[in-house]
């Protein structure tokens, strides 16, 4: 058995994946497994895998397809080494990655979660931009108070206990895994505090069209949902929580009210399940006001979501709304803030 497990959830991986499992069997730390939740590929995946032949690599078939959330809930089940990391099958490590996880467990031994910095790149390898700083030492309230002000810098180059990834039951079943990652790595940094190492490791993918994958169905709204609720429950255990969402929580739940209108304005009426801008709208002030009392946030006086609405209310509007945004993808609404 190796130190360290790395479980890569994929489904028809492509180039993407062979670049990444490269990148993970080029680590200067050989102590690991590299753990493949293979999920009915029908491309080359497997056949790939197999023609490596190292012994490091284990591969779990699924004996049928299987959602995203369910195919990345088979981590529990898995037998893994003492400490696991986990990304996606389009990310990829520094060749120094465990080498350095090594020297930060070994520093901070009592830490619940440790990470590295790391880069995100676009989706021929160019890179973007380096992450924020982070902070040697973060405990769970601080490790959200940073989210606030710094969307996505939790995305990846994690490393934790086995142990302490199951006894939590995993990642949660958010629909399509949106904003599953973040309640995640505060339950686990609950258990004492996250250390980071200085350096940068591993690169983050960026797709242009992923924002827009859940674009016809409700996985985005109600995976939204369930983090507001996450949210309500951080409040009500720890005073720390309720006073960093009253600090830097609004202009997170701002920025996600317009995104919200103007995500369901592209799911056609009969898909929505009954859901409209309207009755979306006072439902989230609602819980706006729950998570921060006493606040002066006014959705229906954001031009850009009070015409969402009206586009939602009209029929005709609505119906050319919708044949506008076949031929045209880019936001048509952003310009009324």
């Not at 991986?13 to 939740?37: A, H, M, P, R, W």
């Not at 490091?56 to 529990?76: A, G, Q, T």
């Not at 696991?84 to 120094?96: A, E, I, V, W």
């Not at 924002?211 to 709204?221: G, I, N, R, V």
């Amino acid at each position: 058995m190796g130190k360290f497990s790395i479980v890569i959830p994929v489904r028809n991986g492509g180039e993407y994946f062979k670049s990444c499992v490269k990148s993970i069997l080029s680590q200067t730390v050989s102590d690991f497994n590299l753990e493949i939740l293979d999920n009915c590929s029908e491309d080359d995946t497997v056949e790939w895998l197999e023609s490596i032949n190292d012994k490091r690599i284990r591969i779990y078939l699924s004996d049928k397809p299987l959602r995203i959330e369910d195919n990345w809930k088979r981590i529990v089940s898995i037998p893994k080494n003492e400490f696991m990391t986990f990304f996606g099958h389009d990310d990829l490590l520094d060749s120094n990655y465990l080498a350095t996880m090594d020297q930060l467990i070994k520093k901070h031994p009592s830490a619940s979660v440790y990470q590295v910095h790391f880069r995100y790149i676009d989706s021929e390898g160019k890179v973007i931009r380096s992450c924020k700083p982070m902070d040697e030492i973060q405990t769970a309230p601080e490790c959200l108070a940073f989210f606030f002000n710094n969307m996505y810098e939790l995305s990846i180059g994690h490393v934790v206990r086995s142990k302490d990834y199951d006894i939590i039951g995993g990642i949660p079943s958010y629909p399509n895994l949106l904003f599953a990652d973040l309640e995640l790595w505060i339950k686990l940094i609950e258990n004492n505090y996250k250390a980071t190492a200085m350096e940068e490791c591993c690169s983050y993918r960026i797709h242009l069209a992923s924002t827009t994958k859940s674009s016809s169905t409700l996985s985005y709204y109600y995976a939204f949902n369930r983090l507001l609720n996450f949210f309500s429950d951080l409040k009500s255990k720890n005073p720390l929580y309720a006073s960093i969402l009253s600090r830097y929580g609004l202009d997170f739940l701002k920025l996600y009210c317009k995104s919200l209108a103007h995500h369901l304005l592209r799911i056609p009426k009969k898909n929505r399940q009954g859901v409209t801008v309207s009755n979306f709208i006072l439902n989230y002030k609602r819980s706006i006001d729950e998570l921060i009392p006493g606040n002066d946030y006014q959705p229906s006086k954001i031009s850009s979501i009070r015409l969402a609405e009206k586009i939602d209310n009209s029929f005709l509007a609505r119906a050319l709304f919708l044949g506008f945004k076949k031929i045209y993808s880019k936001p048509i609404l952003s310009s009324y803030d």
